[in-house]
C-alpha cells in the first residue's frame, strides 16, 4: 500500500505489495521491491535498492547508491549516507542461497556514513555514528563513534551528533544539554537525562 501522500518520482519502481509511509518521497531510478515496509517521512533518494524482506522506520534517509538486502532493518531516524553497503550472506556463493540471511539492525537514529561497508548480522546501537569509509565488522555501541578498517571505537557522540568528552568520574553533558554516564567497563555510555 503506497499512502496518498507519498511523493513518487515518475522513475521510481515501487512493486506491487510494497507499503510506503505517508509524505515519504522516492526519487528517481530507486527500486523498492515487494513486501518491503517504508515508513513515514522518509527521503529514498536516487539509485536506491530495497529488497523485500527489508523494515525502514519513519524520518530515514537513505541517500544515492545505497542497496538494503533481505534481513536489514533501518529503525526511526537512522541516516544512511552515499554509497554505503550492507551484506546478508557471510558465506556468499554463486546460485547458492541460504535458508534465512543475516539479521542486521540499525537502531533507532544510527548514522552510517558514506561508502561504509557493514558486514552481516550486526547491531548498530541507537545514536551511533559510522564513519566514512568504514569497515564494520563487529556490534556497535549506542552513542559509540566508530572509523577504520576494521571499525574501531574512537569515541562517543550524542544524540544532536556533537562528540562527547567523558568528565570525573565518567559523567558527560553535552552542549544541547543532555546528561551520559559512562559505564565502568568503559565499553558503554547511558543517557541519564537532558
Same mark, same amino acid.
Given at each position: 500500500?503506497? +499512502?496518498?501522500?507519498?511523493?513518487?518520482?515518475?522513475?521510481?519502481?515501487?512493486?506491487?505489495?510494497?507499503?510506503?509511509?505517508?509524505?515519504?518521497?522516492? #526519487?528517481?531510478?530507486?527500486?523498492?521491491?515487494?513486501?518491503?515496509?517504508?515508513?513515514?517521512?522518509?527521503?529514498?533518494?536516487?539509485?536506491?535498492?530495497?529488497?523485500?524482506?527489508?523494515?525502514?522506520?519513519?524520518?530515514?534517509?537513505?541517500?544515492?547508491?545505497?542497496?538494503?538486502?533481505?534481513?536489514?532493518?533501518?529503525?526511526?531516524?537512522?541516516?544512511?549516507?552515499?554509497?554505503?553497503?550492507?551484506?546478508? +550472506?557471510?558465506?556468499?556463493?554463486?546460485?547458492?542461497?541460504? +535458508?534465512?540471511?543475516?539479521?542486521?539492525?540499525?537502531?533507532?537514529?544510527?548514522?552510517?556514513?558514506?561508502?561504509?561497508?557493514?558486514?552481516?548480522?550486526?547491531?548498530?546501537?541507537? #545514536?551511533?555514528?559510522?564513519?566514512?569509509?568504514?569497515?564494520?565488522?563487529?556490534?556497535?555501541?549506542?552513542?559509540?563513534?566508530?572509523?577504520?578498517?576494521?571499525?574501531?571505537?574512537?569515541?562517543?557522540?550524542?544524540?544532536?551528533?556533537?562528540?562527547?568528552?567523558?568528565?570525573?568520574?565518567?559523567?558527560?553533558?553535552?552542549?544541547?544539554?543532555?546528561?551520559?554516564?559512562?559505564?565502568?567497563?568503559?565499553?558503554?555510555?547511558?543517557?541519564?537525562?537532558?
Amino acid at each position: 500500500m503506497i +499512502d496518498p501522500t507519498a511523493q513518487l518520482h515518475a522513475h521510481a519502481l515501487v512493486d506491487e505489495g510494497a507499503e510506503i509511509g505517508a509524505r515519504t518521497r522516492v #526519487w528517481a531510478f530507486a527500486h523498492v521491491l515487494p513486501a518491503a515496509v517504508v515508513g513515514a517521512d522518509c527521503n529514498i533518494c536516487d539509485h536506491t535498492f530495497i529488497e523485500g524482506g527489508v523494515r525502514v522506520g519513519d524520518r530515514v534517509t537513505l541517500k544515492c547508491g545505497v542497496y538494503l538486502w533481505d534481513g536489514v532493518t533501518a529503525e526511526d531516524d537512522v541516516f544512511i549516507g552515499p554509497s554505503a553497503v550492507f551484506t546478508n +550472506d557471510r558465506r556468499p556463493r554463486s546460485k547458492r542461497y541460504p +535458508d534465512s540471511f543475516a539479521r542486521t539492525q540499525l537502531c533507532r537514529g544510527a548514522s552510517v556514513g558514506a561508502a561504509a561497508v557493514v558486514l552481516p548480522g550486526l547491531r548498530i546501537g541507537a #545514536w551511533s555514528m559510522i564513519g566514512a569509509g568504514a569497515v564494520v565488522t563487529r556490534d556497535v555501541a549506542d552513542h559509540a563513534l566508530v572509523v577504520g578498517n576494521p571499525a574501531r571505537r574512537v569515541g562517543w557522540v550524542c544524540r544532536c551528533s556533537e562528540r562527547l568528552a567523558p568528565g570525573a568520574g565518567g559523567a558527560i553533558t553535552c552542549a544541547c544539554g543532555a546528561s551520559f554516564r559512562l559505564a565502568p567497563d568503559g565499553e558503554s555510555l547511558q543517557e541519564v537525562g537532558t
